[in-house]
């Protein structure tokens, strides 16, 4: 099925605007589209998504998205085989390379028309077919089904688009707002799409199903959902939450306006015929030319004021050689510019795998160093594809090695932090550092422990990275196995010369870890260590930073469209902070307040750190001195949100994506000044310590890290929370927490 756009990947840690430590059951990851009404969006109002939060209820449990546009190449194994998310909703029950689920509907194309044009079609060979404007999907069954017909001159294609969660009018349904403009005088579409139009919106159209339409293209599927193969048990209880919910399901396709096709061995049949078994296609040349654009239509866009950038990107997307060098060699379009997105033409091919475009691209002088708007340079990009050969390119024309992104990942440290071992070895071969420090001084070597893969470990490990290093806290690669019961893993490491008898700066040592996470099979493998001595690395151990670096857990920055943040690992690297900050904190007792004695008082016209300032200020009394209808503030506000990687996890404005919103009227722990101060600069575990309990509950719940070392200065954490105030979109009466009085 070529029905385009569907799906992008659950989230994982990070919790917005105050989510709490979870004692429930982990939240559901499901890939969603970002960009795909009536499917779903990144504001939850799809079918999907709704269909996502009553399975998950049924399972006991909440849902978090992982948001990428379906057109993107490589979905499953960028999503589901990448450990990205559990579930692929509306999936083709036939997809490969995933285990599906029985289906759970059947649906069809559709032709919709405007109720009072009059038309009235019943088959593909009606001659007013081919002359009317007949809008078609640039990679759908129905348009293929058309032009075998003879209706190919008189269509308008919409085209794939990697922004519709950003460009509303680049989302496939768009087309249906063009009929119901008059623009064009059928819409040859998904039925979903159609029958949104009529049910949910109202619009005045008739939709005439199209699957009895065509004999030998199929134009009816059936829907699943998926989940890794080999996942039997995920696929079982998740079969079993949809028979329990089945009523709830049905009347949200029904709400929706879902044309549902006869169906017997789906969980929900609808009243449609049904086609049935399809004859086999006759080998034939393809009568459709997906990827090819004339030159003289391409002249008629630019003409009419579409923008040379986007068109060579969008280009680049369709993997369409011809109309690229057309743009380049002929037009002059700018190789370096960014798009919509924030990527440019060399980022958008290395993100499809493609090594001629990118090639093409290098040699016609695009810059191998220009980061996207996440900071991310294509080098980085290209460990996170794990592609050797893109690796080799761009090192091969200078790509900088040593790079970081806005928070301190290298190259390396993409590869090593999750598991792309082909990269891995690629990189070291280029020359990379296989010990460069990140963050608080992790090795590439302890983010591969921590993101729990064997092989770039091993792979590191090969490449003579340091298997007792330690980080500013003293943590060592072992420790970070220890913690987190990765059995494997450790004994890897302890082959590899690691030492059990290293400690941390607080005395601990990997076996203190493991019985403090009660990890028993690290336990018995530790027991029956013996110490080494000589270990090759002490570096980190005596360092001056390792106060100012307890407890503070390494978060590095994902762009919006990679945000695979592994909740083990954060959880393991969270943990390990928590533990070697009891030093620290036994240190600061000396210089803090007697108990019962009053804060020293803040100096409100100087700038602290946020923590600093938030320990010095009496609880109540932190107070905003900005307004969110000061433009320069909020624009200030804007940056320092993206500079700390903030939209990484809430999204650009802080409308939630990939964790809860920030911008509705749900606090978690309270919306007052002082307690979202406090709750950003200490984290959610340090607050609740602090007497703070949960209020409010989002659909995503774990830990908010802290970032009051991550944001510079009190007044920059100020700008921030103004930012975020000025796109509230709740209640008024909410906009700072609860009324006083309100239940």
Same mark, same amino acid.
């Given at each position: ?134 809008? +078609? ?18 269509? +308008? ?135 090819? +654009? ?18 060579? $990107? ?13 743009? +380049? ?23 499809? /795998? ?130 987190? /019961? ?143 209808? /000061? ?15 903030? $939209? ?15 911008? $509705? ?33 989002? $659909? ?44």
């Amino acid at each position: 099925m070529n029905i385009t756009t569907r799906c992008a990947l659950a989230l994982l840690l990070c919790a917005a605007g105050g989510t709490a430590a979870a004692a429930e059951a982990p939240a559901l990851r499901v890939c969603i589209d970002p960009g795909n009404l009536p499917m779903s969006n990144d504001k939850g109002e799809g079918f999907e998504n709704k269909i996502a939060e009553v399975r998950a209820k049924a399972m006991g449990t909440g849902v978090q998205y992982y948001y990428r546009p379906f057109v993107e190449r490589g979905l499953t194994r960028t999503t589901l085989d990448a450990d990205e998310c559990d579930l692929m909703p509306d999936m083709p029950a036939d997809a490969e390379r995933v285990l599906t689920t029985m289906p759970l509907y059947r649906t069809t194309f559709v032709l919709a028309t405007r109720s009072d044009s009059g038309l009235d079609l019943k088959n593909l060979d009606d001659a007013r077919l081919k002359t009317l404007k007949v809008g +078609v999907y640039q990679t759908s069954a129905i348009r293929e089904a058309l032009a075998q017909h003879g209706v190919m001159n008189n269509t +308008v294609i919409h085209y794939l688009s990697h922004d519709a969660d950003l460009v509303p009018e680049h989302q496939p349904v768009y087309q249906m707002q063009e009929l119901v403009d008059r623009k064009i005088d059928v819409a040859a579409v998904w039925g979903p799409f159609a029958g949104y139009f009529k049910t949910k919106l109202n619009q005045p159209v008739t939709l005439v199903p199209a699957n009895l339409m065509d004999d030998a293209v199929p134009m009816e599927f059936d829907m699943a959902l998926a989940v890794k193969m080999r996942n039997r048990g995920l696929r079982d209880k998740v079969e079993a939450a949809m028979k329990q919910s089945r009523d709830q399901l049905r009347a949200i396709l029904v709400d929706y306006g879902v044309p549902l096709v006869k169906c017997d061995g789906c969980l929900i049949s609808g009243d449609l015929p049904a086609h049935g078994p399809y004859e086999q296609p006759k080998p034939q040349k393809p009568v459709v030319a997906e990827s090819s +654009v004339p030159v003289a239509e391409l002249e008629d866009w630019l003409k009419h004021g579409a923008d040379p950038v986007t068109e060579l $990107n969008n280009a680049i997307i369709a993997d369409d050689p011809a109309r690229v060098a057309y743009l +380049v060699e002929k037009k002059h379009v700018d190789v370096n510019a960014l798009d919509l997105q924030g990527y440019s033409p060399l980022l958008n091919a290395i993100r499809r /795998n493609s090594l001629p475009m990118s090639r093409y691209l290098v040699e016609h002088k695009a810059d191998v160093n220009r980061r996207d708007s996440d900071g991310w340079t294509p080098l980085m990009t290209a460990a996170w594809m794990d592609d050797a050969e893109l690796v080799q390119l761009l090192v091969a024309h200078k790509a900088d090695l040593k790079a970081k992104g806005p928070n301190g990942l290298t190259p390396m440290g993409v590869a090593a932090q999750y598991g792309k071992q082909v990269a891995v070895v690629a990189l070291v071969k280029a020359g990379a550092d296989v010990d460069q420090r990140i963050g608080s001084g992790y090795t590439p070597l302890m983010l591969a422990v921590a993101g729990r893969s064997d092989e770039a470990a091993r792979a590191l490990l090969d490449h003579g990275a340091d298997v007792n290093a330690r980080n500013s806290g003293g943590i060592t690669p072992l420790m970070i196995a220890a913690s987190s /019961n990765q059995a494997g893993l450790a004994q890897m490491l302890i082959q590899s010369g690691a030492d059990p008898a290293l400690k941390d700066e607080t005395g601990k040592t990997a076996l203190g870890f493991a019985r403090d996470k009660d990890s028993q099979e690290v336990i018995k493998l530790l027991e029956g260590a013996a110490p080494r001595t000589g270990s090759r690395s002490e570096s980190g151990s005596g360092s001056t930073a390792a106060a100012s670096a307890r407890g503070t857990s390494f978060e590095p920055f994902i762009p919006r469209r990679y945000f695979v943040l592994n909740k083990t690992m954060c959880g393991i690297i969270v943990a390990l902070s928590v533990a070697t900050s009891a030093c620290a904190q036994d240190k600061a007792s000396s210089s803090a307040p007697a108990p019962g004695a009053a804060p020293a008082a803040a100096d409100a016209g100087a700038t602290m750190t946020p923590v600093d300032r938030a320990k010095a200020t009496p609880k109540g009394q932190l107070k905003n001195p900005y307004k969110d209808d /000061n433009a320069a503030v909020v624009a200030e506000g804007q940056k320092l949100f993206m500079h700390a990687g903030c $939209n990484g996890c809430h999204g650009g404005n802080g409308g939630g994506g990939m964790c809860p919103p920030l911008t $509705n009227d749900t606090w978690v722990y309270g919306g007052d000044d002082d307690t979202l101060f406090r709750l950003v600069s200490f984290g959610s575990d340090e607050l609740q310590k602090q007497g703070y309990s949960r209020k409010g509950h989002e $659909n995503v719940v774990g830990p908010m890290p802290p970032h009051g070392t991550i944001v510079k200065s009190d007044d920059d954490l100020w700008k921030i929370i103004t930012f975020i105030r000025s796109n509230y979109h709740g209640s008024p009466d909410h906009k700072f927490g609860d009324p006083v009085g309100a239940p």
